[in-house]
């Protein structure tokens, strides 16, 4: 599946979400909730996949282990992607998602940094930044894939 194909499934999960969970973002609610709903769209559209909300294990040789990535500082960090599509129980690791509610720029650099870890360590296909809110109460949300000639952080 390629960048284009994995945009529309995300595009379309979105728009599902907006359609049927937009009181969660007008009641304001932490982006762990947003996530775990969000997820739940996300896997109606990768039906032939696993889809996770803060998933922090990997398994090696078919033995569970904590999920974890060298940051851009040299040391080791736990790695809990908002939201991964996978295979569990597997390292095949297809695409891994952190969410940011619009307006909310704090940790974005972090997020970056987090992405092109996943990708770049761990193996995953595709990483993903979605940007998600209500502007004068209409939803708006923003894609973007971290290329492999990203730095990893805006």
Not at 6 to 32: G, I, P
Not at 87 to 95: A, D, G
Request: proline share 3%.
């Amino acid at each position: 599946m390629n960048e284009k194909r994995v945009a529309e499934k995300l595009e379309h999960a979105l728009a599902s979400f907006f359609a049927k969970d937009v009181k969660l973002l007008e009641s304001d609610v932490r982006e762990d909730a947003l996530a775990h709903r969000l997820a739940m769209h996300i896997a109606d559209d990768f039906e032939e996949l696993d889809v996770d909300a803060e998933y922090d294990k990997m398994h090696v040789d078919g033995l569970p282990s904590p999920k974890k990535y060298i940051g851009s500082d040299g040391r080791e960090r736990h790695a809990i992607p908002d939201i991964i599509v996978h295979r569990r129980q597997t390292m095949e690791n297809f695409i891994a998602i952190e969410i940011k509610k619009l307006g909310h720029d704090a940790g974005r650099g972090k997020d970056f940094t987090k992405l092109r870890a996943y990708k770049d360590q761990l193996g995953y296909k595709f990483a993903v930044f979605i940007e998600l809110g209500l502007e004068q109460r209409r939803p708006v949300w923003n894609l973007q894939f971290m290329k492999d000639d990203d730095e990893g952080a805006d």
